[in-house]
Structure formats: C-alpha cells, structure tokens
C-alpha cells in the first residue's frame, strides 16, 4: 500500500487556503500535515518505508536525514540553463549583494537557520535521486546525492505509451499549451501577483491566433493547463476547442506547437514538431 502525506497545508499555506484543485488527491490513504509535529509524527509512523519525497524542501529533507530514513528525489522535469556564449557572465558584485541580502533576511528570521545550513552543506544522507535528462544530472550531481539513477521524464513514458501511430500522419490543425498563465497557481505558491492581467492576456492570445489560423489555413486546439477551469469551448479562447488530459495526444497529431515556456515543449521535441514560441 501506499500513503501519501499531503505537506500543502505547511509549506504552502497561501495555495492551500487560496486555490481549489479541480483534481484533488484521492489515494485512500492521504493525510493532510498542517503543522510540523503533524508531519514528525508522520515521519515516525512510516518510518520502515521507502519515502519519495516531491517536495524539494529542505526542512523535510532535514528530517528524513535527521531520522535516517532512506528516500528517494525525483528530478525528471529540469529545464536546461542556457549555456554557450548567450549566458550572462556571473556578476561578483550581484552576487555578493544577494548573500548580503540572504544573511540579513536569515537574521530576521531566526526560524530557518537550520535551513540555510542545510541548504549550505547539504547532509543528504540515505537519499537517492532519480534523475532524467542531463540538466536533472547536474542538479543531482551538484547536491551530492550518494546515488543517482538515470532515468527520463515522465512525458517520455505518456509518449511511449501513445506510440508512433499518431505521428505519422499529422492533423489539420495547430496546438496552443495552455498555461493558465493569468492565473497559475504557482503566483501563490512563491506570493507574487500575476504579471498580466486576464482580460489583456485574452484578448491579446485571441486575437494572436486568429492570425495564426489565417497564416496556416488551419484552427487552433487548445491543450489546457490541468489546474484550469476552462469549460468545453470557452469565450476566453474565442470559442475554440479546448481538451483537458490529452496534451500528449494533440500534439503528437498536430502541424505545429504554440507554446511560452511549458514544460510539455518535450512532447513537441519528442514527436519531432515545429514549435512557435510567443513571448
């Protein structure tokens, strides 16, 4: 069996309270952890387990070293840094400026000490990462996992599993990936305001692909970002099709890819598509 601890409440407190999932956990056997005694005790009780650990925290990686407890990262979604002539050179004066800014934050913050040294030695303990891509093995490699283990990412298993058949004859039409971006919930997580608001943004991507159905003689499918609330044909996209679930599928069929910068670009890669990125 498997149990989930639910670690929103805790590190997250603004997305818990805030923001509504349309696809809730529902494992039987999932606990919420609002505090961190409630997450301690959690710990303890599983503590014969295996723990994968998709928090990328350091207070929880801090206990489960703490605790001795073997666990595992997974690291499967890391987008490449720019490297090559393009990458800005490293500022030492920005840089000494940023730690300057980090210590006096750290004063005024006596509760997350115990983070930042742990974020500056990095005890990892009996932790294994499981990484895909080169960009996930530099992170790996950089944190002194004791073990790594190459793998992929996971778009690569739902691509296995839609198999070449859609590939080889491409659809009349072209994919935009949604990325609920007005509304993205990670503006909660890391307590930022959307930098755009909704009715620009619309308007804007509306009229945008209006232009990219007259150049290619084709419409546009709408591939929704999974924490969206679009209905079936909604106005905000000008009434065209939009699909939840399927991101893989449409764009294994399609001409060409829209995209800013999600993560499902490796579909596109993948499936060997042209790929139009709007800035």
Excluded at 250 to 274: G, M, R
């Amino acid at each position: 069996s498997v149990n989930v601890g639910d670690l929103t409440p805790y590190l997250h407190p603004d997305y818990s309270n805030t923001y509504s999932l349309p696809d809730p956990m529902t494992y039987e056997a999932t606990t919420r952890l609002p505090r961190f005694f409630d997450i301690f005790r959690f710990l303890i009780a599983n503590r014969r387990r295996l723990f994968i650990d998709f928090t990328n925290s350091d207070v929880i990686g801090l206990m489960l070293w703490a605790l001795r407890i073997p666990y595992v990262v997974p690291i499967v979604n890391e987008v490449p840094n720019l490297d090559g002539p393009l990458r800005a050179t490293p500022n030492r004066t920005a840089a000494i400026f940023r730690w300057f800014k980090r210590l006096v934050w750290l004063i005024r913050n006596p509760r997350y000490w115990l983070q930042f040294l742990f974020r500056l030695y990095r005890p990892i303990g009996r932790a294994t990462a499981v990484v895909g891509g080169n960009a996930a093995l530099r992170s790996a490699e950089a944190l002194r996992f004791p073990t790594i283990i190459p793998a992929h990412a996971m778009d690569y298993d739902i691509a296995l599993d839609i198999g070449e058949c859609q590939t080889a004859s491409a659809g009349r039409y072209a994919v935009f990936v949604d990325e609920y971006f007005p509304h993205h919930p990670d503006f909660i997580v890391l307590r930022m305001g959307s930098p755009v608001k909704a009715s620009r943004y619309y308007a804007e991507m509306c009229a945008f692909l209006d232009k990219v159905e007259v150049a290619l003689g084709c419409p546009v499918k709408i591939a929704a970002h999974p924490r969206a609330t679009y209905e079936a044909f909604d106005c905000r996209y000008g009434r065209r099709e939009i699909v939840f679930g399927r991101t893989g599928e449409l764009i294994a069929s399609a001409q060409i890819v829209i995209t800013h910068c999600s993560t499902s670009v490796n579909f596109a890669a993948i499936f060997n598509k042209p790929i139009l990125f709007v800035t």
